[in-house]
């Protein structure tokens, strides 16, 4: 995680885009954090990993879910 001022966020977007692949952005204002900026590919996989695990397996397969909604149309 890098941590920068705004300003210098400001002043180096470009090359604080392309760091956005690698690691996460703390923007600071006045020596306080003020904005988070995460790749949306890391984001999303983290978002999936949180609820990993969170809906239990009672067993319901692809092929339930797919004739059930075939069986309401």
């Given at each position: 995680m890098l941590q920068i001022t705004a300003t210098e966020f400001k002043s180096n977007f470009g090359k604080y885009l392309a760091l956005l692949s690698k690691e996460t952005i703390i923007i600071t204002?006045?020596?306080?954090?003020?904005?988070k900026i995460t790749s949306a590919i890391d984001d999303k996989v983290s978002m999936v990993q949180s609820i990993f695990g969170a809906v239990p397996d009672n067993g319901y397969t692809l092929e339930d879910t797919r004739r059930d909604r075939l069986s309401r149309q």
């Open positions: 204002k006045n020596k306080k954090p003020v904005a």
